[in-house]
């Protein structure tokens, strides 16, 4: 420990040094000495002395105090002391300290003045504390000296390992690289002071990848120990990487991370096919554009580095085949450019070479970067269907023609060896109508009807060629039929005029222009002529000029028409054509007669006179079918309610025992009975008159033989009778009832029979029944039956 001083006025300033505790292993102490000028000398008239040069007014002396972390000793750790020389050792003086820490961390003997650390310190979550200390007067409480500030340093001990904050790694380096290329490079970071020591100073090595990987100590740089590592043999690697501080002395902690490094591929393996030669087959039917074959060639390379171009060299029939790169899977597809043909060529022979697509230059050396091989194609024979000789055939015909007329031959022959027979027909679904046939043998078309081109000009057709030997094989052909022109159609008027003639028009008003149509197409195109019929040619009102256009004027000969003279005038018109021969019609024109306006604008046509209007013969009709339509179902009506039957239960014949009763009166047990009459209910041997179903005699089976007359009550009957006497005697009643469904139906009886000890409960019977039951009892069951007792019992019974 060493102590220096210098004299400042009347005190001494005593610094203390702190040696490193890691290399001495010796205690730590810290002296802050106060000092206090003496009255009347102030520090900066003595130029002599060393604090004049640094300190004008403050008497405080400090330092840094220094004190190590993570001290896990039982007792507060001393961190150093502080005083004053204005302190005489008779405790006037009292040491204050604050700031950070302080009391929570830092306690001071106000006393002595010895500061200690009261908790563990961690110099990576805080490296110093800044405190302020202070002197003050113990008796007055006011400072004797001005408050100064002083930091408490941690000084770091290596408790922190190295961390790869970035790890794992994944890096990736080009197969076949040199010597020495880079990889990656690593880092690792260590919370302890790097000022201090070598707590921070970090090394790496390389545990885990030797030997084809190397890592420089200092820098972490990661480099191939092994030249042309190749990707095909081993494609990925596992480094373990450490970083171990105290310069990778013994004692220093150490970290690891994992580099995963990728071998990434280049093109350096050429391609090569499996087999120096392939053979496929393909059916002589195979359509054109199909795919007839797919060879690939082996690449152990990936991504672009195994892409490649197919190309035919040479082979038997030009422009037959192509080849293309399904760039999916770098396969070579033969596709068929042309129709086979087994009876012309059955097979052809095909080199075809597979190259690399992306040839990298540094590799040239382990070329050539293609391969060729042969393949053979064989064409296998198939029944195929007849063939025409021209797949669209072209006829004309005139519409006028006869049926039977033939109009053109149609021929189609069998590509197969076999040569078979060809029979020829029309599908029906491309002639409907059977406008024409064709010779089954010959295979000339001829008209089975007589056509119209005004109809349908243009017949499509399509002709199959069946073969004798099998009919399976169908050949088709499409055949255009053009029907031509002759002149068969008369000129009619374009449309249907609507001619005004206003009264005040003048002689020689053109009123209507007029123009026909032709649903003939001559060649020379139309030429139609217009004239008055013969039998108005000569007729005072109207003329016709013929333009000369396909058109023609309706002219007014005279002037002053009237409507109520005549209101509508009819003049027919003759229209011819040009055609061989020309054909004509005659048409009729309506001219109204109008009244104008001064424009001219009709106002009122037809005839002045009123006239009744009165309903149409429509309108009547649909009236009188309402009419009948009523009628109709009004007499539907009636015979259904005169055919309505009748109810299969009369009225006067349902069991009363099947009513309900309805009454709003509170009961009062025995007197309801004087407002309905009960006796109905109370009696179940009533017998029906049997003379109201005499039409119907059944022979219903009974166990006792009795007549009608002495038939014995239920309640005389045993108790294994009385049930099956009643039901038999309600079956006997629904077979000889006239107006029962004639269906089964369930019949329901409430019917509680005569057989209980107890008799019936009910007290229907009460007033048509001598009871002789003692209800005597009843005055000895008590108060609650007292009510029951006066009701049923003897009047001289009394409740004691």
């Not at 309402?626 to 309505?644: A, D, E, K, N, Q």
């Not at 107006?739 to 057989?755: M, N, R």
């Amino acid at each position: 420990m060493l102590i220096q001083t210098h004299p400042v006025s009347d005190c001494w300033y005593s610094l203390v040094m702190s040696e490193r505790m890691e290399i001495q292993h010796l205690p730590q102490i810290n002296v802050l000495h106060l000092c206090h000028s003496p009255p009347g000398k102030s520090l900066r008239s003595d130029p002599d002395s060393w604090e004049a040069l640094h300190r004008n007014k403050r008497s405080w002396v400090w330092n840094q105090f220094f004190v190590l972390e993570e001290y896990t000793g039982n007792e507060p750790l001393y961190v150093g002391k502080l005083h004053s020389d204005v302190d005489k050792g008779d405790g006037k003086v009292k040491y204050v300290l604050s700031g950070e820490g302080a009391t929570s961390i830092f306690t001071i003997d106000e006393n002595t003045g010895d500061i200690h650390a009261t908790k563990r310190l961690d110099r990576e979550a805080q490296a110093y504390y800044t405190l302020q200390a202070q002197a003050i007067d113990r008796i007055t409480n006011l400072p004797v000296e001005p408050r100064s500030e002083f930091v408490v340093k941690v000084q770091d001990i290596n408790d922190n390992e190295p961390k790869f904050l970035d790890g794992p790694y994944l890096a990736g380096v080009p197969e076949m690289s040199p010597l020495g290329t880079m990889v990656v490079q690593v880092a690792a970071t260590d919370a302890d002071d790097p000022t201090y020591g070598n707590s921070a100073r970090v090394v790496y090595s390389i545990i885990h990848g030797q030997p084809y990987f190397s890592v420089e100590p200092k820098t972490g740089v990661i480099r191939t120990a092994l030249p042309n590592m190749d990707r095909e043999t081993k494609d990925q690697y596992v480094l373990v990487i450490q970083a171990k501080d105290m310069v990778g002395q013994m004692g220093g902690l150490s970290g690891t991370t994992s580099v995963t490094v990728t071998l990434t591929d280049v093109n350096d393996n050429p391609p090569r096919f499996a087999h120096k030669s392939y053979q496929y087959t393909v059916l002589e039917s195979l359509p054109v554009q199909s795919v007839v074959a797919r060879i690939k060639a082996a690449d152990a390379d990936i991504g672009s580095n195994a892409e490649m171009d197919y190309r035919i060299m040479d082979g038997d029939g030009p422009g037959m085949f192509n080849i293309t790169t399904d760039e999916d899977t770098q396969e070579g597809v033969i596709i068929l450019q042309k129709p086979l043909d087994f009876e012309t060529r059955s097979g052809f022979a095909l080199r075809i070479e597979a190259t690399n697509r992306n040839i990298d230059s540094n590799f040239l050396s382990l070329g050539p970067f293609s391969d060729i091989t042969s393949v053979k194609v064989s064409v296998a024979d198939v029944n195929e269907p007849p063939v025409f000789s021209t797949p669209l055939s072209k006829l004309n015909v005139s519409e006028d023609a006869r049926v039977g007329t033939s109009i053109g031959r149609v021929s189609a022959h069998d590509p197969d060896n076999s040569n078979s027979g060809i029979r020829y027909s029309i599908d029906r679904n491309t002639d409907l109508e059977r406008f024409f046939n064709v010779d089954a043998s010959s295979g000339i078309i001829s008209t089975a009807k007589s056509l119209d081109r005004e109809a349908n000009s243009v017949h499509n057709l399509t002709i199959l060629a069946i073969e004798s030997l099998d009919p399976n094989q169908i050949g088709k052909s499409i055949t255009l039929i053009t029907v031509l022109d002759v002149n068969d159609n008369a000129p009619v008027f374009a449309i249907d005029y609507e001619t005004l003639l206003c009264e005040n028009s003048m002689p020689g008003q053109v009123i209507q222009t007029i123009s026909a149509v032709d649903k003939d197409e001559p060649l020379d195109g139309h030429r139609f002529n217009f004239a008055l019929d013969a039998t108005v040619a000569g007729n005072l009102n109207f003329t016709l000029r013929d333009n000369k256009d396909n058109t023609a004027s309706i002219v007014t000969k005279r002037g002053g028409f009237r409507r109520r003279e005549q209101a509508v005038y009819r003049l027919p018109v003759l229209v011819t054509d040009n055609g061989k021969p020309a054909l004509s019609s005659t048409n009729t024109l309506s001219v109204r007669v109008c009244d104008c306006d001064s424009d001219g604008v009709a106002l009122s046509c037809g005839a002045v006179a009123y006239t009744a209007t009165g309903l149409s013969t429509g309108a009547l009709l649909a009236i009188l079918g309402c009419i009948i339509t009523l009628l109709v179902m009004v007499l539907l009506i009636v015979t259904m309610r005169r055919r309505r039957k009748q109810p299969l239960i009369l009225e006067e014949e349902r069991d009363i025992r099947e009513n309900i009763v309805r009454y709003d009166d509170e009961g009062g047990g025995e007197e309801d009975t004087e407002a309905f009459d009960m006796v109905t209910l109370r009696n179940l041997n009533i017998i029906r008159d049997p003379a109201a179903r005499r039409d119907v005699t059944p022979d219903t089976p009974t166990f006792y033989q009795y007549t009608s007359a002495s038939r014995p009550s239920y309640k005389s009957l045993p108790d294994n009778v009385v049930f099956r006497e009643f039901i038999w005697e309600r079956l006997k009643d629904a077979d000889v009832d006239p107006t029962a469904p004639p269906y089964d139906s369930l019949q329901t009886y409430a019917f509680e029979g005569s057989g209980s000890v107890a008799e019936s409960l009910s007290s229907l019977e009460s007033l048509s029944t001598d009871s002789d039951q003692n209800y005597d009892y009843l005055s000895n069951w008590g108060p609650r039956f007292k009510k029951l007792a006066d009701l049923y019992g003897n009047s001289d019974g009394v409740f004691s």
